[in-house]
């Protein structure tokens, strides 16, 4: 292979758009040429990524057509090296590819069941269905131990906050992705993300973490991962001065990602950054600059360039330069080779449209997420014994966050006999539109408000708006019934309620577990998964680890 082919096999690139042929005026802006597959041509990368939210995800079927196409161009030119496609489905609040897929609940609602078992059989769900789409990696599951009631990016994305369960869950989903389904799993966010303040897409995290407790807390599911020989593992766009005191983030950090991850752990698969157009690596060092670090830290693949003609050239220049060996990259390239050999993409690179409809969203999968789901939900706070509500017919207001998320429930609660209102009132709710959902609860029996990460007043909803609805709604003496849809920790901030529970999730499954469990048609299983800790004190649990009440 040429320097040139080497080199773009350590890039993971994106283009905008639902097929390789369409043309984007974003893609020229970016890359210097318009459509996908123009793009793969001119930097022969080794990976790609699908984003719904850049226009790739239409359906099932659009996604391994497009998938397919990709693959045509990447074997056409060059060395014809098939590309692994990789998106991140991670479950829960962070979904690439929505219904008619299988959604499960996440990862935060898999801690709340403790069932390991069922962890792997939704990720082997979610794997074939991915693979069937042409997806050959899957940047999940998340590993970090969430320690940190405020944690702006992690929350729910994390298992919970005791190592020894985030780690069993995480071999879990390993082996139902890479067993059971035959794609790569990827564990992230090494060295551990689950104790920051700051968001790594925003700014650079410091985690002051001493090395015992990185080794308590943070290491365990990683080493679990390596141990269940997960293929990939994704850096962290976070200082930790404990394992290497220079300021660099891990993801620059050449003592976190040699020394400690590939040489002291033993890790011999892929590491590939996060994503490098993140605020938090961008920061200290030009683009440029940063492309070349990473490499020298220890990167094998860099994720989503936001300079790609400028870090493809400077890597060469490294190289050419003697900066970087080009010993150094063959490295890199031979394990990329081979997870390609490994998950099947280098020998047989297409997939079938027509059989997508076969595996996507089958009848079986999506009752199966049904049953795991329901096992999550979590009745925290039950004191005016509101829960279950009796199956008379009765009016019930559904108010609070989410335009699709209050639907479904209000869907869910109708087919159980309910005349249901819909006031959706957002995460920073109008006084106005807190005002319309008091006047509706006092004309209603019942209101059911959910909230999603109402303790956040730095970003979500800066002027504690959702904590002043629902303050409100108790005051109307009606029977009030709080649901954290997404962050179990709101209650603290609104601990008068006398009835809350915990979805760690807003899709329908997650909706849909909840009416059962309103209704009384299932018991409220879950158990918390970390302590909800008194707002203002993170030392004090308000409800521990592991409460959770049943009848």
């Given at each position: 292979?040429?320097?040139e082919?080497?080199?773009g096999?350590?890039?993971?690139?994106?283009?905008?758009?639902?097929?390789?042929?369409?043309?984007?005026?974003?893609?020229?802006?970016?890359?210097?040429?318009?459509?996908?597959?123009?793009?793969?041509?001119?930097?022969?990368?080794?990976?790609?990524i699908?984003?719904?939210?850049?226009?790739?995800v239409?359906?099932?079927t659009q996604?391994?057509?497009?998938?397919?196409?990709?693959?045509?161009?990447?074997?056409?030119?060059?060395?014809?090296?098939?590309?692994t496609?990789?998106?991140?489905?991670?479950?829960?609040?962070?979904?690439?590819?929505?219904?008619?897929?299988?959604?499960?609940?996440?990862?935060?609602?898999?801690?709340?069941?403790?069932?390991?078992?069922?962890?792997?059989?939704?990720?082997?769900?979610?794997?074939?269905?991915?693979?069937?789409?042409?997806?050959?990696?899957?940047?999940?599951?998340?590993?970090?131990?969430?320690?940190?009631?405020?944690?702006?990016?992690?929350?729910?994305?994390?298992?919970?906050?005791?190592?020894?369960?985030?780690?069993?869950?995480?071999?879990?989903?390993?082996?139902?992705?890479?067993?059971?389904?035959g794609?790569?799993?990827t564990?992230?966010?090494?060295?551990?993300?689950g104790?920051?303040?700051?968001?790594?897409?925003?700014?650079?995290?410091?985690?002051?973490?001493?090395?015992?407790?990185?080794?308590t807390?943070?290491?365990?599911?990683?080493?679990?991962?390596?141990k269940?020989?997960?293929?990939?593992?994704?850096?962290?766009?976070?200082?930790?001065?404990?394992?290497?005191?220079?300021?660099?983030?891990?993801?620059?950090?050449?003592?976190?990602?040699?020394?400690?991850?590939?040489?002291?752990?033993?890790?011999?698969?892929?590491i590939?950054?996060d994503?490098?157009?993140?605020?938090?690596?961008?920061?200290?060092?030009?683009?440029?600059?940063?492309?070349?670090?990473?490499?020298?830290?220890?990167?094998?693949?860099?994720?989503?360039?936001?300079?790609?003609?400028?870090?493809?050239?400077?890597?060469?220049?490294?190289?050419?330069?003697?900066?970087?060996?080009?010993?150094?990259?063959?490295?890199?390239?031979?394990?990329?080779?081979?997870?390609?050999?490994?998950?099947?993409?280098l020998?047989?690179?297409?997939?079938d449209?027509?059989?997508?409809?076969?595996?996507?969203?089958?009848?079986?999968?999506?009752?199966?997420?049904?049953?795991?789901v329901?096992?999550?939900?979590?009745?925290?706070?039950?004191?005016?014994?509101?829960?279950?509500?009796s199956?008379?017919?009765?009016?019930?207001?559904?108010?609070?966050?989410?335009?699709s998320?209050t639907?479904?429930?209000?869907?869910?609660?109708?087919?159980?006999?309910?005349?249901?209102?819909?006031?959706?009132?957002?995460?920073?709710?109008?006084?106005?539109?807190?005002?319309?959902?008091?006047?509706?609860a006092?004309?209603?029996?019942?209101?059911?408000?959910l909230?999603?990460?109402?303790?956040?007043?730095?970003?979500?909803?800066?002027?504690?708006?959702?904590?002043?609805?629902v303050?409100?709604?108790?005051?109307?003496?009606?029977?009030?019934?709080?649901?954290?849809?997404r962050?179990?920790?709101?209650?603290?901030?609104?601990?008068?309620?006398?009835?809350?529970?915990?979805?760690?999730?807003?899709?329908?499954?997650s909706?849909?577990?909840?009416?059962?469990?309103?209704?009384?048609?299932?018991?409220?299983t879950?158990?918390?998964?970390?302590?909800?800790?008194?707002?203002?004190?993170?030392?004090?649990?308000?409800?521990?680890?592991?409460?959770?009440?049943?009848w």
């Amino acid at each position: 292979m040429s320097l040139e082919e080497k080199v773009g096999q350590m890039f993971v690139l994106f283009a905008y758009g639902p097929n390789a042929h369409q043309p984007d005026a974003r893609n020229t802006s970016l890359y210097g040429v318009a459509t996908p597959a123009e793009v793969v041509a001119k930097y022969k990368p080794g990976g790609w990524i699908y984003f719904s939210a850049r226009g790739n995800v239409e359906n099932p079927t659009q996604l391994a057509t497009y998938s397919n196409q990709l693959q045509q161009t990447a074997t056409g030119v060059g060395l014809r090296v098939p590309l692994t496609i990789a998106t991140d489905q991670e479950q829960g609040v962070v979904v690439r590819i929505g219904p008619p897929a299988t959604q499960f609940g996440g990862n935060m609602a898999h801690g709340a069941t403790r069932d390991t078992a069922d962890a792997r059989t939704a990720a082997g769900i979610t794997g074939r269905e991915l693979k069937a789409m042409g997806i050959r990696q899957d940047y999940a599951p998340v590993a970090d131990v969430n320690v940190n009631a405020l944690n702006p990016v992690i929350g729910v994305r994390s298992y919970s906050s005791d190592p020894q369960l985030v780690s069993d869950m995480t071999v879990a989903q390993v082996q139902g992705y890479q067993r059971d389904a035959g794609i790569m799993a990827t564990a992230k966010h090494f060295p551990g993300h689950g104790d920051t303040r700051d968001d790594s897409h925003t700014a650079l995290p410091t985690i002051n973490h001493t090395l015992e407790e990185w080794n308590t807390i943070d290491a365990p599911p990683f080493k679990a991962a390596i141990k269940a020989g997960i293929d990939s593992i994704m850096t962290a766009h976070i200082v930790v001065p404990s394992l290497d005191p220079s300021g660099d983030p891990a993801t620059l950090s050449k003592p976190i990602l040699t020394d400690l991850l590939r040489k002291k752990l033993g890790f011999k698969g892929l590491i590939i950054t996060d994503a490098l157009e993140m605020a938090a690596v961008r920061k200290q060092y030009g683009d440029a600059e940063v492309a070349v670090r990473a490499i020298e830290a220890g990167a094998d693949q860099l994720l989503l360039p936001p300079a790609p003609d400028v870090q493809f050239s400077a890597v060469l220049d490294a190289v050419r330069s003697g900066r970087i060996s080009e010993k150094r990259i063959d490295e890199s390239l031979l394990r990329i080779l081979l997870s390609k050999l490994k998950n099947g993409v280098l020998l047989n690179p297409y997939v079938d449209p027509a059989k997508v409809a076969t595996t996507v969203g089958t009848p079986a999968s999506l009752a199966t997420a049904q049953q795991i789901v329901d096992k999550s939900v979590t009745l925290v706070k039950n004191n005016a014994n509101t829960v279950p509500i009796s199956a008379d017919p009765r009016k019930i207001l559904v108010t609070g966050w989410g335009v699709s998320t209050t639907q479904s429930l209000a869907t869910s609660l109708a087919k159980r006999g309910a005349t249901t209102t819909v006031a959706q009132t957002g995460a920073a709710p109008s006084d106005a539109a807190i005002a319309d959902a008091v006047a509706k609860a006092q004309q209603n029996d019942v209101t059911v408000v959910l909230t999603m990460k109402a303790w956040d007043t730095t970003v979500t909803d800066k002027l504690a708006k959702q904590q002043k609805l629902v303050k409100d709604l108790l005051a109307t003496g009606k029977p009030v019934i709080v649901v954290a849809v997404r962050d179990p920790y709101d209650i603290a901030y609104f601990d008068a309620a006398p009835t809350y529970l915990a979805t760690y999730g807003y899709a329908a499954v997650s909706m849909e577990s909840l009416a059962k469990v309103l209704y009384g048609e299932i018991k409220p299983t879950g158990k918390l998964p970390v302590d909800i800790p008194v707002a203002g004190q993170p030392q004090t649990p308000l409800y521990p680890f592991g409460h959770g009440l049943t009848w």
